[in-house]
């Protein structure tokens, strides 16, 4: 399943947080079902 930190979006700040440059601080295991502005892209 993926998830937040398999998003091109996402950069990690360690092994369980990131920042999203859409949606701000997310966990890094958030499925990636629950993004909350469903701008979800795998990375290439």
């Known amino acids: 399943m993926a998830t937040c930190e398999d998003c091109f979006l ?3 700040l360690d092994d ?3 920042t999203c440059t859409i949606n701000g601080p997310v966990p890094a295991s958030r499925e990636a ?3 909350p502005s469903r701008t979800y892209r795998p990375k290439a």
């Open 33 to 35: 079902e629950r993004c």
């Open 16 to 18: 369980k947080e990131g």
């Open 10 to 12: 996402y950069t990690p």
